[in-house]
């Protein structure tokens, strides 16, 4: 069974292009979630879909950051336009269940960005 | 709010050594999830164990074991028989439920282990 899979695995732009992250979660995982590392700093959480829909997208950072999630399928984060601060490894995570009991989020391998 | 603590950057062991890694956390919800991670050098997230708030028994995956002391909120991962293979980052995480009814997970700052031949 495929994993978690994340495109690209590195990027690299320059101050105010746009990018765009995509995370393709285990088939039949509804919940898919997108989390964030700075250099340095804790991973932090972005948002959570639940199949299509926007469960919480309280850790966006502004509204630079659009996230979807088509048909309830792969997921895109898109970055526009990108800054300096945007730097760091963007995770992707999928659950089957909104990770209670002993149901572990799945993470992908990451993206790494860096703007310039 | 949730917060975990990790308060040893990094850590060396001796190849076949038992290693402990340290993890607090502070929450005031009752029922709470704990997660343990492991992240090599080729950047994916790898789930080791996980210990739920109200389980009895510490939780055990392999040579992994997780030794839950709730009174003193705390969450250690230790690895028996330390193998090369274990040299990675470490991240303690803890399940919590979120304002808007998500549940999501809150990170430590990660601890880099190195297993030493």
């Known amino acids: 069974e495929a994993g978690v899979t994340q495109f690209p695995s590195h990027s690299v732009i320059e101050k105010g292009q746009t990018v765009t992250l995509r995370c393709d979660p285990i088939?039949?995982?509804?919940?898919l979630y997108w989390y964030r590392r700075v250099m340095g700093k804790e991973i932090k959480f972005l948002l959570h879909?639940?199949?299509?829909?926007?469960?919480?997208e309280s850790g966006m950072p502004n509204n630079r950051f659009l996230a979807e999630r088509t048909g309830g399928t792969y997921s895109t984060l898109k970055v526009q336009p990108a800054e300096l601060e945007d730097s760091g490894v963007y995770f992707c995570?999928?659950?089957?269940?909104?990770?209670?009991?002993?149901?572990?989020?799945?993470f992908g391998q990451g993206t790494r960005l860096t703007v310039v | 709010a949730q917060k975990i603590t990790q308060t040893q950057p990094g850590m060396f062991v001796q190849e076949k050594e038992a290693v402990t890694l340290d993890c607090t956390y502070d929450?005031?919800?009752?029922?709470?999830?704990l997660f343990w991670y492991k992240q090599p050098s080729s950047g994916e997230m790898i789930f080791l164990i996980y210990?739920?708030?109200?389980?009895?028994q510490n939780a055990t995956e392999g040579r992994y074991s997780l030794n839950f002391q709730k009174a003193r909120k705390s969450a250690n991962l230790v690895i028996s028989a330390s193998q090369l293979g274990d040299s990675a980052m470490y991240f303690c995480?803890?399940?919590?439920?979120?304002?808007?009814?998500?549940?999501?997970?809150?990170f430590g700052k990660g601890t880099k282990l190195s297993v030493i031949p």
């Open positions: 929450t005031s919800d009752p029922s709470y999830g």
């Open positions: 210990q739920g708030s109200y389980d009895q």
């Open positions: 879909f639940v199949k299509e829909s926007k469960q919480d």
């Open positions: 088939s039949g995982h509804d919940n």
């Open positions: 995570a999928s659950s089957q269940d909104r990770i209670r009991g002993g149901a572990e989020a799945f």
């Open positions: 995480a803890m399940r919590g439920l979120s304002g808007a009814g998500s549940y999501q997970l809150t």
